[in-house]
Nanobody, 125 residues
């Protein structure tokens, strides 16, 4: 099973930017869909963005469209989430996830089975 480690979280003012990174170990990264999820206190986990194995297809939640960008580097076994124009409502723990071996294009509903431990993002107003 792929192991995932997130980095890049922190405290930022509203309107600022952060770039999250997720490093993956194992041999299945390049054949896996990858996603970023978030969970704020008292709220359900939300699928924020996802990218297919090749990077040719992406998905964004409506709440982050136009502000967040997901990308991946299969040579480095990494996936990124560039977050711009951050809002206080973006405050949450952000998790990297993998759908190992999934080569399809359904990034909105596909379950993800492997998870990182999360990184905190706090946006102050």
């Amino acid at each position: 099973q792929v192991q995932l480690v997130e980095s890049g979280g922190g405290l930022v003012q509203a309107g600022g930017s952060l770039r999250l990174a997720c490093a993956a170990s194992g041999r299945t990264f390049s054949t896996s869909a990858m996603g970023w999820f978030r969970q704020a206190p008292g709220k359900e986990r939300e699928r924020v963005a996802a990218i297919n194995w090749s990077g040719s297809t992406v998905y964004y939640a409506d709440s982050v469209k136009g502000r967040f960008t997901i990308s991946r580097d299969n040579a480095k076994n990494k996936v990124y989430l560039q977050m711009n124009s951050l809002k206080p409502e973006d405050t949450a723990v952000y998790y990297c996830a993998a759908a190992e071996g999934y080569l399809g294009a359904n990034l909105r509903d596909r379950p993800f089975g492997s998870w990182g431990q999360g990184t905190q993002v706090t946006v102050s107003s």
